[in-house]
Every structure is written in C-alpha cells, then in structure tokens.
T-cell receptor, first 114, second 115 residues
C-alpha cells in the first residue's frame, strides 16, 4: 500500500535537546510538507520541499530545520531554539502535477516536553 | 491576504439528519478549495475539492460541497449524517503562490453526530 509513514507516533523532548521526526513516503510524490497542529488553530506550515535538495520556509520555520536528500524522505528537526514545541506534527506530500492535486497526510507525531 | 474561515467551532446533528459545515474564503484570483477530515490522533484525509466547473462537488463517504462565488463560500454537506461522521473537519484554500501546493487551512470544525 502506498502512503506516508511518520515515526515515532509519540516523542518526548528534554530541555536543550534536538529531536528529529521522520517522514517517509512511497507515493513517488515530488512535494512534501511539514505542518504543526495546535488545538483550535488549524494547521500551520513549517517547511516545504518541491524537489530533492531544495526546501522553503513556511509560516513558522523558526526553531525548526529540515533536509531533503532523498525524494521519499523529509525529516524535521525540532531544535532547542523552539521554546514551545509541544504539538501534533503532520507530514504531507503531493504529486507534482500543478497545485490542483490534494495533499496526502501521514498519521502524525505527537511531541511533548519532559 | 488570503484566508479561510470556519465560523463554527462545533456542529451538533442527530443521526439521519442533514449536516452542513460552513466555510468562507478570501482569495485573489480563482480559488482552489479543499475539504479534509481528521479522526482523533490521525492525519487528515482528503474528502473533495473544487477547482473549476460544476458548483456542486461530490466527494468521499457521501459528502458534497457547494461552491458559491458570490458569497465566497464552500460549505460541506451530507444528506444523512452517521455517528461515524463525528470528527474534525478542515476547509483549505490554495495559497496565492502557484504550483507550490501550499494550502491555507481554517481552524477546523468539530462535528458531533448523536444517535
């Protein structure tokens, strides 16, 4: 089955620690996205990538970093500079046939502070 | 600035009754509009989209949505609600930057269907 796999499902971060959230897709999609979801605020875009080795900041990129070394992988690092990292993080991908196509989502990673 | 508004935090309906989840938008140019559903601790699932053509769009699980340009609305509807439709629903609009696939999401509406 094609899809997007996010891991781990739950993650805990200590003070001053960087943590990395994994996102892998086998849909052969070119574009990938990271969102942060907080209660009552909808989804906010952190970073996106339309092609390997290229990515762009979204609306709330501060305190986060990404890489796109392979088409199928788009890991997100939550750095110690992100002072309020507790949230539900969602990864998405989209077939690059123009922006008429919907995004497909993984099942998320819930990050909490220890 | 482009935006999406879902004016109701929660919608309550009885099973078997019709349901409507409201969405209004503000964009420059032609809107591409999407509806997604999210179950607890899961990702978003795509329901339907409006790009062009017929104003009434049919999607998954019996849902449909009506695009109204004059009222800048894209309300989600279903003729007969099921308890299993209870979930969080998001409306989204394509951001102005074309071909990036960037979406702007509403804040979500919780749908509660009671038996």
């Amino acid at each position: 089955d094609g899809g997007i796999t996010q891991s781990p499902k739950y993650l805990f971060r200590k003070e001053g620690q960087n943590v990395t959230l994994s996102c892998e897709q086998n849909l052969n999609h070119d574009a990938m996205y990271w969102y942060r979801q907080d209660p009552g605020q909808g989804l906010r875009l952190i970073y996106y990538s339309q092609i390997v080795n290229d990515f762009q900041k979204g609306d709330i990129a501060e305190g986060y970093s990404v890489s796109r070394e392979k088409k199928e992988s788009f890991p997100l690092t939550v750095t110690s500079a992100q002072k309020n990292p507790t949230a539900f993080y969602l990864c998405a991908s989209r077939a690059d046939r123009g922006d008429r196509q919907p995004q497909h989502f993984g099942d998320g990673t819930r990050l909490s502070i220890l | 600035a482009q935006s999406v508004a879902q004016p109701e935090d929660q919608v309550n309906v009885a099973e078997g009754n019709p349901l409507t989840v409201k969405c209004t938008y503000s964009v420059s140019g032609n809107p591409y509009l999407f509806w997604y559903v999210q179950y607890p601790n899961r990702g978003l699932q795509f329901l339907l989209k409006y790009i062009t053509g017929d104003n009434l769009v049919k999607g998954s699980y019996g849902f449909e949505a009506e695009f109204n340009k004059s009222q800048t609305s894209f309300h989600l509807k279903k003729p007969s609600a099921l308890v299993s439709d209870s979930a969080l629903y998001f409306c989204a609009v394509r951001a102005l930057s074309s071909n990036t696939g960037k979406l702007i999401f509403g804040q979500g509406t919780t749908l509660q269907v009671k038996p």
